[in-house]
């Protein structure tokens, strides 16, 4: 089975319309959460992973636009970004939002947002964090979001082995556990402003990362149109 992994759409559903048809052939669709949040088209991008039959769970993002978290945590731009997309969304996308949950398991991996330890909140950002996080799950492999940026850490006996994956770069899924994160399709933030997501192949046990170019353009004036907040449309430019 062909699986694209997606994660941090954050209602670019420009961006993620190409990464679905760069990612073509595949038999299934994963998300990591934060659907909604920042873009201007967070109903057209529920909609759409609905019609992919999309499995998945949800991030800090969906659980603040659902109004089950204190918007106190964010920074005051993305608080913009969410009072606009809560009050703005149809109920059929708060329903599927809502049926999302934190964690799930699928076969060998485990699905969250941030961590296996806090799927919420954690950003898996360093070895010392992943470390704490491989007892925190109970497959081989965990697939993480949140940070917006496609990273690896790979256990090895005790060692921990870091992987920044770019365009066209290849995981083998073997026997040691590895935490995997395929980045962000609406706001990558390692300084490539380009699409980013992955396609695991669970016959060939390979994991591939994908970069995409997309109109940001048409993504801006969107929001321009919507005046959700500049530094959130030109940091779409800049990839960070
Ligand atoms: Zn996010």
Redesign the pocket.
Known sequence: MRIAVLS?I?GNLVALEEVLDALQPYDAVWQLG?IV?YGPQPDEVVARLASEKALGVR?N?DAAALGELDLDAFNDDARTAVEWTASRILPATRAWLAGLPQRREEGQFTLVHGSPRDPTWEYIFSLGIARLNFAAYSTRYCLV??T?VPLVVRLDRARLEPMLPDDGDTLVLDDRRAIINPG?VG?PRDGDPRASAMVVDTEQNVVEWRRVEYSIGDVQSQMRDARLPPRLIARLQAGL
Do not use: E, T, V, Y
Request: charged share 20%; net charge negative.
């Open positions: 941090d954050h934060d949040g991030g993002h979001g949140h917006h962000s706001q």
